[in-house]
């Protein structure tokens, strides 16, 4: 597996090199924004609440309506406070024989506190931070029910991911992708693992995630180069941005080649807060970071 990772990273890197077409247009920006509105409509996606089980039922069928085949991991988690929450994974999936596969996450579910500001009684209403990443993820999925890959696709809708405190141990949080890392639809790791999390705020700029860059550099790499061949590259940066705890973690502390696209709290001044809401939400950041996300997929194709 070692050997065939190497030589499809090469296969990229030369298809890159050789000058290969501008990926093609496949994502709306446009709907992907609807689909953001659409989440926001429910409410709070708090584990335990009517918004969550909604959503769930949403996506649910938002899935199976586009995708090859829809895996629905579902389990109850006992919270350090000893409560116990229903949590949610759905996995749409394309060419599920194929043994040569992508895998996308995104986390649906919002913070139930809003401990970036003083009121921690408020709700996250999580436009940013949960609904946008979903939405690219749909939007992904749009594209390839239009046009199916050559590479297999699991895109991956993790809950969990915000319940808790990211402090010491992290208590409580990236529940659903270290459920799934531990719990994964197959067992042989895909050729790389993206996780798309607050990518919707207006001038939104993307730097590679430390985290990222160490584990591996090379699909980074692959992303940002994509990103650049189709114009975005004042959007995805280079450089080497902060070190983020997120859904890409625990994948890749259990062997994925994973990588985390993502919003930097710091330069999102809503994060956590009662804030992070539609109006935040840009248009043309989720049409730029989905048509990448599309192109990465066909470039992962085209590399077999």
């Not at 350090?80 to 996308?104: C, E, H, K, M, T």
């Not at 996780?195 to 692959?222: K, L």
Request: aromatic share 10%; proline share 6%.
């Amino acid at each position: 597996m070692r050997i065939a990772l190497a030589g499809f990273f090469l296969a990229t890197a030369v298809a890159c090199a050789a000058g290969d077409p501008v990926p093609e247009q496949e994502f709306s920006g446009r709907q992907a924004l609807d689909y953001v509105e659409q989440q926001l409509a429910f409410g709070p996606r708090i584990p335990g609440t009517e918004g969550h089980a909604a959503m769930a039922l949403w996506l649910d069928s938002m899935a199976r309506s586009r995708a090859d085949t829809v895996v629905v991991q579902r389990w109850w988690h006992r919270t350090l406070q000893g409560d116990s929450i229903p949590q949610v994974n759905v996995i749409a999936r394309f060419n599920p024989d194929a043994s040569a596969r992508v895998l996308y996450m995104a986390h649906w579910d919002t913070r139930p506190r809003t401990d970036a500001q003083p009121d921690t009684t408020k709700v996250v209403p999580g436009a940013n931070d949960g609904a946008s990443g979903v939405a690219i993820l749909l939007g992904v999925m749009d594209a390839l029910k239009k046009k199916h890959p050559t590479v297999g696709v699991d895109l991956v809708f993790v809950d969990g991911e915000d319940y808790g405190y990211f402090r010491g141990g992290n208590e409580d949080v990236l529940i659903g992708s270290t459920y799934y890392s531990l719990n994964p639809v197959v067992p042989e790791r895909p050729l790389f693992a993206v996780v798309w999390d607050m990518v919707g705020a207006r001038d939104q700029q993307f730097a590679p995630e430390s985290f990222s860059q160490i584990a591996a550099p090379e699909v980074v790499d692959m992303v940002w180069k994509t990103a650049e061949r189709m114009g975005y590259g004042s959007t995805f940066v280079r450089g080497i941005g902060d070190a983020v705890t997120d859904d890409h973690t625990p994948l890749i502390a259990r062997g994925f080649r994973a990588i985390d696209v993502i919003g930097f709290p710091h330069s999102y001044p809503y994060w956590h807060t009662e804030h992070d809401t539609f109006d935040k939400i840009s248009e043309e950041t989720l049409g730029i970071v989905g048509n990448v996300a599309v192109a990465v997929i066909r470039r992962a194709g085209a590399a077999r």
